[in-house]
């Protein structure tokens, strides 16, 4: 009895002095154990093997904490083990890494990645995120976050540096199949839904042509993608910010919770059925009741088109872009012939060079629309549309949603230009509208909206402009003249002004801003306060139009 007790005490010193984890030496014995030094020949005695698997065993059990039944629910148990001890020291690691990262190394993390990336793998992100977003996601800031809402953050501020749409889509995948395991599997509705979304989610250069892909609600319905699609985009991203709600609200219970209705049972017929919607995406404003029954309001969804890609970049840097629109938006037949072609993207829209969409159709029966989820950034470029009525928008809720600097527009029609966070015009950029129509027909108007606030410098206006209409909850003009014949409407939260001509930086929330501003059918002189009547919410010039309107007008929201 003492002589056994005496070998168990002899073997656990032998083994405690040779086998202490982060000691000096070990490493370099460690690394003459994985062959580094040299292998045992073909057919050699096992029993170098068997030590090393002994030694694992000994680190395994006393350093690292597992447990004989810890070891066997390993995938490929005490083996596993080993081979990863041996790999992490072959690559460079120390027994000490290898302690303080087993649990990864196990799973087929390598050694570097695990001692770079561990703290966020352990949280649960994956590598490729870790790799793409790791200083963003170990921000103090982002402390008590969601895993979701963190990586939606991390990827909305680095999207130009990453903007991988496969990586993207992958995401999106996983994200969509957590809301809805329920009722979705990877290899049945997702299938054709992925197959769609990796075609149109894909980074695009618009130069001579459109993308190819059509997608409408006709074309949906038709081939199966359904709900699952629409999940998708949610999840991309490419219904905005606001998307997972946007489309549980207008899509219904059946989209959000059950099943997998098909789309054409959920839909409505017209544009019109959504106009109530429009607040969710807004937060708060919508069109008016006497306006909802207007036929302009309602547009068939099966006249609905959209060429959709990830990022969008209109035009070519040093060259003159042209693309033709006539077959898509054909003049119209009858009112619910009217039609609306929407090139948009998932992600950002952008320009490289100048680009012109031509149209033989200049009736006004159709809108061109040039839209991003995210962020809208045109830079030094002219955009020209030689058919009728054309919108420019951005999904995104930031102070960077929208910039148009040095950009000249022009358009046969209307234009329309909104933003649900900021819209940002600077650098001398011009609209011009009703190039198409002749003299005696009615002049057209420019509309730009946005949620958080308008800010305008040094913006010219031309062509045949009838009515200008601005309206955020802030509005702020700097360095800009409207047409003598322009009958101005501003709407902001209070319908306050402040006109400030000598500190341009000097803003008030909620109201309407003038710095260095002018309406040249008042004066040629910038105006001030004292040509304006009335109280917050109900202000105009003192100056009117010819039929007795004022000139400007501002209102609250």
């Excluded at 982002?142 to 903007?163: I, P, R």
């Excluded at 054909?330 to 680009?355: E, F, M, P, Y």
């Excluded at 009335?534 to 000139?551: C, E, K, M, Q, R």
């Amino acid at each position: 009895m003492k002589l056994s007790k005496y070998l168990l005490t002899s073997l656990s010193l032998v083994l405690s002095s040779t086998l202490i984890f982060g000691q000096e030496g070990d490493d370099a014995a460690a690394a003459s154990s994985t062959g580094s030094v040299s292998a045992p020949s073909k057919g050699a005695p096992k029993s170098a093997q068997a030590n090393h698997k002994l030694r694992v065993l000994h680190i395994a059990i006393h350093k690292l904490g597992y447990t004989h039944e810890s070891l066997k629910a390993l995938d490929g148990g005490l083996d596993t083990l080993k081979d990863k001890y041996t790999e992490s020291l072959k690559s460079g690691g120390s027994i000490k890494d290898f302690k303080m990262h087993h649990d990864l190394l196990v799973t087929g993390i390598g050694i570097h990645d695990a001692k770079e990336y561990g703290d966020l793998l352990r949280k649960g992100h994956s590598l490729d995120d870790a790799e793409l977003y790791a200083d963003f996601l170990r921000d103090p800031e982002h402390e008590g976050k969601s895993l979701e809402d963190t990586l939606a953050a991390a990827k909305a501020q680095y999207a130009d540096q990453v903007a991988d749409p496969l990586l993207l889509i992958n995401d999106a995948e996983l994200l969509a199949l957590s809301r809805y395991a329920s009722t979705y599997s990877k290899d049945s509705q997702f299938t054709s839904a992925l197959t769609l979304a990796s075609t149109v989610l894909t980074d695009r250069v618009l130069t001579t042509t459109l993308p190819a892909s059509t997608i409408s609600v006709a074309s949906l319905s038709a081939t199966g993608y359904n709900t699952a699609f629409i999940r998708l985009l949610s999840a991309y991203g490419a219904l905005g910010s606001n998307g997972e709600n946007l489309a549980s609200n207008v899509l219904g219970a059946n989209y959000s919770y059950t099943g997998d209705s098909t789309l054409s049972s959920l839909v409505q017929n017209s544009t019109s059925d959504y106009l109530g919607f429009l607040s969710t995406l807004t937060g708060s404003r919508s069109f008016s009741t006497e306006d909802t029954p207007s036929s302009v309001l309602n547009v068939p969804l099966s006249n609905v088109m959209l060429k959709a890609g990830s990022t969008l970049t209109l035009g070519q840097t040093g060259s003159e872009s042209t693309i033709d629109v006539s077959n898509e938006l054909g003049k119209a037949a009858s009112t619910a012939d009217r039609k609306v072609l929407v090139i948009g993207a998932a992600k950002d829209l952008k320009s490289a060079g100048n680009i012109k969409f031509t149209n033989s159709n200049t009736v006004e029966d159709h809108a061109l629309v040039l839209g991003a989820a995210d962020d809208v950034f045109i830079e030094n470029t002219n955009i020209e549309y030689t058919g009728s009525n054309l919108g420019i928008g951005s999904g995104d809720t930031g102070s960077d949603s929208m910039y148009l600097v040095n950009t000249s527009i022009s358009t046969g029609g209307n234009l329309a230009v909104g933003s649900l966070g900021t819209m940002n015009i600077t650098g001398g950029s011009t609209f011009t509208v009703g190039t198409a129509n002749g003299s005696n027909s009615d002049p057209d108007n420019v509309y730009l909206y946005a949620n958080e606030l308008i800010n305008i410098d040094q913006l010219n206006f031309s062509g045949r402009i009838d009515d200008i209409y601005m309206e955020s909850k802030t509005i702020h003009i700097k360095n800009t003249s409207f047409p003598s014949t322009a009958d101005i409407m501003l709407r902001s939260q209070n319908g306050a002004l402040s006109i400030n001509n000598s500190d341009s930086k000097s803003i008030t929330s909620g109201a309407v801003n003038f710095h260095n501003v002018k309406h040249l059918g008042i004066s040629n002189d910038v105006l001030t306060r004292n040509q304006f009547n009335g109280v917050d919410g109900h202000i105009n010039s003192a100056a009117t139009l010819p039929n007795g309107t004022p000139f400007i007008k501002v209102r609250g929201q």
